[in-house]
């Protein structure tokens, strides 16, 4: 049986983690032992703590040395995680101590990655010492991210969580959407198309329930039209990118500020589809009441300013 949160937490140490995670490394107790600086009695001393805290087995002998099992590596990970955190830590309180710098950790959805990269640019221009960490994910996949601490500000839409009030909004951005394909599509250089043009055409779309997914569906719906079968679905910039230059006759929605990179490479092509319906905005998001550290701040003032240059 699994001891209690609190029972782990007041009998754990750091540095068990850290004999975990070079045991993982090295596979031998010994070699363990010497990188975390304590003997080899003191190692196996050391991980039977760790298993009597735990409650469990979380390694296994081997003719390679020691393994761990599927509750170690678990361990393993959550153990790597805090390591993780810890450094971020440091390098945060640094950048309090000096008055620059610091550490940022920032999501953000597809469509608003030039948007944030225009932001970034600027903020290390003031500030050359701080580090960012930058997560591209779906808005669901952000928000619990921002819900567990581990991003200060997530760019993305609210909307998908079942509790969009846990959430502030701090600043609102629109996004253009564009049909594009490769450019050797059969339908590239067309003057004009109408959304029935491209029915029975292989799609690349966001899997259900997305906002840019939901959109596509409901165009389909108001020309009267079936959603194509047999889509592929991925919420991955770069997939979609390989997927059109992959196979010609495939087509695909994607943010204007997204596609322009490619289109001006000639990667991919502009089909003259009208889209009627209005995306979402996203925005920049934290949890409600949380407060923003000092470089998640300077980001949003320069995201501020840019949504003010693109919109007036």
């Keep these: 049986m699994i001891p209690s949160l609190s029972s782990i937490s007041s009998r754990l140490r750091l540095r068990q983690l850290r004999l975990l995670i070079a045991l993982d490394e090295h596979g031998s107790l010994h070699k363990a032992a010497e990188r975390v600086s304590i003997t080899q009695p003191g190692a196996t001393k050391a991980l039977h703590e760790i298993e009597s805290t735990l409650g469990a087995t979380l390694f296994e002998r081997t003719p390679r040395g020691l393994e761990p099992n ?158 194509p079968r047999y889509p592929l679905e991925t919420s991955s910039t770069f997939t979609t990118l390989m997927l059109l230059q992959e196979d010609p006759r495939l087509v695909a929605l994607m943010p204007i500020e997204v596609a322009q990179f490619a289109l001006r490479y000639g990667m991919l092509a502009r089909l003259p589809l009208r889209i009627r319906s209005r995306t979402e905005p996203y925005s920049a998001v934290t949890r409600r009441g949380a407060p923003l550290t000092a470089p998640a701040s300077l980001l949003l003032e320069e995201l501020r300013k840019e949504n003010l240059a693109l919109h007036g």
């Design 70 to 227: 599927d509750l170690g590596r678990c361990v393993i990970r959550y153990a790597r995680l805090i390591h993780t955190d810890l450094a971020h830590l440091r390098e945060e309180m640094l950048g309090i101590l000096q008055g620059q710098g610091g550490r940022l950790a920032v999501g953000i959805i597809m469509g608003g990655v030039p948007l944030l990269l225009r932001a970034l640019a600027r903020l290390r221009d003031k500030q050359p010492q701080l580090s960012v960490e930058i997560l591209e994910d779906t808005s669901a996949r952000l928000l619990q991210m921002v819900d567990q601490g581990r991003l200060d500000l997530a760019i993305c839409r609210t909307s998908v969580s079942q509790r969009p009030d846990d959430y502030e909004c701090l600043s609102e951005h629109r996004e253009e959407l564009v049909l594009v394909a490769n450019p050797q599509h059969p339908l590239a250089g067309s003057a004009h198309l109408d959304l029935a043009d491209l029915a029975d055409s292989p799609w690349v779309v966001y899997p259900a329930n997305m906002p840019m997914r939901l959109l596509l569906e409901r165009e389909f719906s108001e020309a009267g039209l079936d959603f």
